[in-house]
């Protein structure tokens, strides 16, 4: 009797084992959901692990975002301070107009000359009172005698604006060597090559830290988080071990019993992207203020966040987690299902 039974039973388990083979590509979008579901299953049930992976994969992307929104604000205000520096050469009072232009047409035919401007002695004491135009006292004592006098000693200037800072030895040449402006350069006050350049040098050294310690930190941080993820997958494989095992005896295919563990990394990678683009936007948003108060250039970022890339942005951020936990779940699903 009980051999009976067996074969009716090896019967009933071929039949059903046919049926299944038959049917299992009929319904791709209910299979589909099924996978979905165990997938948010598995994430709740593991939630403790899951939060963990989730956070450590939000960190990672804020460390990434950090690196690259530092890189981009430090780099565009020291172009900025680049654009904004001028060489000013001081020429003796009372050097001419005629002088001042044939030293513009010298000094203008190097080719790293963006512009140049002149001013007499007189232009120059002009300059000095709308500059401080707002002293009472220093506009009641500039008398016709002070205002002669003052002009006798104010230099006349020539502002020059280049394309390349970093390549004015050419410009230095000229000045330091050619008759008509070494006759008339004043001997108190020497041109300003070296002003500012401290301050971008400085500028453009953190960008430049910025950029490489944030990129070490999000390897540091993504190694992290991709074991974390591995790890949960792993548990999750050894603690499912019997399901999986009952799976395979009804015939689910690989990715039938793959999907829900990939579905549960993708699920970490999604919150982690949704929290981490959430917590850089207010954090950007709460810092800009005094960043730019600093002179530091916020510009670029702001206008980003502040358009319709702003959705591009979260995007990115979703995608990058949902690449972190596909990664890291295919790799545990790898090693580890075939053994389960």
């Given amino acids: 009797m009980s051999e009976n039974k067996e074969k009716d039973l090896k019967k009933v388990s071929k039949k059903g084992l046919k049926a299944m083979r038959k049917t299992r590509g009929h319904h791709p979008i209910r299979n589909e959901g099924r996978v979905m579901k165990y997938g948010a299953k598995g994430f709740m049930r593991n939630f403790w692990l899951s939060s963990a992976a989730t956070i450590v994969m939000a960190i990672t992307m804020i460390i990434l975002f950090i690196t690259i929104v530092a890189s981009v604000i430090l780099t565009n205000t020291a172009e900025i301070m680049r654009d904004k520096i001028d060489i000013t050469i001081y020429f003796r009072p009372g050097t001419s107009d005629e002088v001042l232009a044939q030293m513009t ?3 203008s035919e190097d080719k790293n000359i963006k512009t140049v401007s002149t001013s007499n002695s007189e232009e120059e004491y002009e300059k000095f009172l709308n500059e401080n135009s707002d002293s009472e006292d220093l506009t009641n004592i500039l008398d016709e005698d002070m205002r002669k006098l003052m002009i006798s000693k104010m230099q006349a200037t020539m502002r020059i604006k280049v394309y390349n800072i970093d390549d004015i030895e050419s410009i230095k040449t000229i000045v330091e060597t050619n008759p008509v402006f ?7 006050l020497s041109p300003t090559y070296d002003v500012n350049q401290t301050e971008i040098a400085t500028i453009t050294s953190w960008a430049r830290i910025a950029r490489t310690g944030g990129v070490i930190l999000a390897v540091v941080f993504l190694v992290i988080s991709i074991l974390i993820v ?3 997958i792993r548990m999750a494989i050894f603690s ?3 399901e999986i095992y009952m799976m395979k005896l009804v015939g689910a295919d690989k990715g039938f019993i793959r999907g829900p563990f990939l579905v549960e ?3 970490c990678g999604l919150i982690a992207g949704v929290v981490a683009g959430t917590a850089s936007y207010f954090g950007f948003k709460f810092l800009a203020p005094k960043l730019a ?3 530091i250039d916020v510009t670029t970022i702001t206008n980003i966040l502040e358009s319709n890339q702003l959705i591009l942005v979260f995007l990115v951020f979703i995608v990058s987690g949902l690449l972190i936990g596909r990664i890291a779940a295919g790799l545990a ?4 299902l075939h053994k389960a």
Avoid: H, M, N, P
Avoid at 182 to 188: A, G, H, R
Avoid at 333 to 336: D, M, N, P
């Fill in 182 to 188: 070494s006759d008339y350069l004043d001997t108190e």
């Fill in 293 to 295: 108060g600093y002179g």
């Fill in 240 to 242: 499912r071990r019997e």
């Fill in 230 to 232: 591995f790890s949960t």
């Fill in 265 to 267: 990394a993708e699920i």
């Fill in 333 to 336: 699903v790898s090693k580890y």
């Fill in 105 to 107: 047409d010298i000094i």
